[in-house]
């Protein structure tokens, strides 16, 4: 898949990306990245864009890791209920 290039601003910071997403999908994840930021950065003026930034990083990363363990208890989960089916079905 072909890679697009994207300039985006966060807390008035300039990046670019590049990604083989689309517009939409780059504009959606720098809304959620930039609320975060700057919902961080209002908190106390001393608070700079880095500290702002780590913070929404190690807060995504929680995020992640909590929805990496949702989805393995749902699979096993999901695995015990097929077994139960199958041994029904005996």
């Known amino acids: 898949m072909d890679k697009n290039t994207y300039t985006v601003t966060l807390a008035g910071r300039r990046f670019t990306l590049s990604s083989s997403e689309d517009s939409e999908h780059i504009s959606r994840i720098v809304n959620i990245t930039e609320e975060s930021i ?6 106390d003026r001393r608070i700079t864009f880095e500290t702002a930034a780590a913070v929404t990083a190690l807060r995504f990363a929680e995020e992640i890791v909590r929805l990496q363990e949702d989805n393995t208890r749902l699979r096993r989960s999901l695995d015990e209920a097929n077994e139960d089916k199958t041994s029904v079905k005996k």
Do not use: H, K
Request: proline residues 0%.
């Open 38 to 43: 700057t919902n961080i950065m209002s908190l």
